[in-house]
């Protein structure tokens, strides 16, 4: 096992659909009993084999032996006016991870975690402050959906659709987000469409390149967050490794290859990243390519010294980019009263000393 592995758990919400129905059929069972659990946990949304009232209770205690259902233990959660929720929520091992609810005019989406902790390193990031403690397995990155969902089924809400923007590098935990993904938009698990779903990336451009080419209609955010590779790296370490014409070169790739829109994230800095000749310098880098820029007034990150950018010199940044015919739209904030902002919530709780984590141990 790998020093970041995932704990080694079957988790039934660890298997894609097609692969779980192969399992079962292996391990014996009859081959309508794993469509039997599929309905219960992605259908119903039991938290327990207990609750399988169709299969014999014989089969239900193997199975949550052989393949238990993930618990998450909910340590905090907090509710912003705006209707925003997000969780602090432990895992078997003691970590803990965020899992946010955000409510728009079209619907629920949920922010999902893929890695406890991140060795990405962005400055202006609170996730990566105690580095990377371990990937989660998909088993655990589906279980923050339907945790969320469920709480959802007591107001008849239904998650319609989901960012995987939360704490972590989604392309450096890569085959755990393609289960996950599958299992999300398969008719027999979440049934979410695929074009309801983002994955953000810091640029991995190999990763970026391995997305592409399995033409998926999930939507790709590239993080870029500056018009140059000085600026860029000292905002994002990454860059060093993978540089911006190398990630525009992916970019390029992904767009031509699936023929989808890629959107581009850019975090206003105030007098960081912020300036007009940032703007202009960002339209000429994306001039010509099929992007959507989303532009995302930083949260204030108590952990960081970036600042929020004022609504004026937003606007201006918004008018370069559209005079030069650059897709742009800015990011309404949510959840400002609870410290949504990835990371944040994990890091105020490590710091208080009241979780158990590896990065306090
Ligand atoms: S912004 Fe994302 S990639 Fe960068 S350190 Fe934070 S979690 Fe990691």
């Given amino acids: 096992m790998g020093r970041f592995d995932a704990p080694d758990v079957s988790y039934v919400t660890g298997f894609g659909v097609e692969a779980w129905r192969e ?51 909910e340590r905090a959660k907090l509710c912003s006016r705006d209707g925003t929720v997000k969780w602090l929520l432990g895992l078997s091992d003691g970590h803990a991870i965020e899992t946010v609810l955000m409510r728009h005019r079209y619907g629920c989406s949920v922010c999902v975690t893929t890695q406890v902790g ?23 990155i589906v279980a923050q959906v339907l945790h969320v969902q469920r709480m959802l089924d007591e107001t008849k809400e239904r998650v319609s659709s989901i960012v995987v923007m939360g704490s972590g590098e989604p392309f450096e935990n890569f085959d755990a987000l393609v289960t996950f993904l599958s299992i999300m938009t398969h008719a027999d698990g979440m049934a979410i469409g695929a074009r309801h779903i983002t994955v953000s990336t810091s640029g991995i451009v190999p990763r970026m390149i391995d997305f592409a080419r399995l033409r998926s209609q999930v939507t790709l955010a590239l993080s870029l967050h500056a018009p140059d590779d000085a600026l860029r790296t000292q905002l994002m370490p990454i860059n060093r490794a993978y540089p911006l014409a190398d990630v525009m070169d992916a970019a390029k790739y992904y767009i031509a290859h699936t023929g989808r829109r890629l959107t581009i994230e850019y975090a206003l800095m105030r007098d960081v990243n912020d300036r007009v000749a ?13 992007v959507h820029v989303n532009l995302i007034p930083v949260n204030t990150v108590r952990e960081r010294a970036y600042e929020r950018t004022p609504v004026a010199d937003v606007q201006a940044f918004v008018a370069v980019l559209r005079r030069r015919g650059i897709n742009t739209t800015v990011r309404r904030e949510q959840g400002h009263d609870i410290a949504a902002a990835c990371g944040q919530l994990r890091a105020s709780v490590l710091a208080s000393g009241a979780v158990r984590d590896a990065v306090a141990e």
Avoid at 49 to 73: G, H, S
Avoid at 124 to 138: E, K, M, V, W
Avoid at 278 to 290: P, S, V
């Fill in 23 to 73: 399992r079962l059929v292996v391990d014996g069972f009859a081959a309508y009993r794993a469509d039997q659990v599929l309905s219960w946990v992605y259908g119903k949304r039991v938290s327990s084999y207990a609750e399988m009232t169709n299969i014999p209770r014989a089969e239900r205690d193997v199975l949550a032996v052989r393949y238990p259902l993930p618990v998450l233990e």
């Fill in 118 to 140: 991140c060795r990405i390193g962005c400055t202006f990031c609170a996730s990566t402050i105690g580095g990377l403690q371990r990937n989660l397995g998909a088993g655990e």
């Fill in 278 to 290: 940032h703007a202009e310098a960002l339209a000429q880098l994306l001039k010509g390519m099929l």
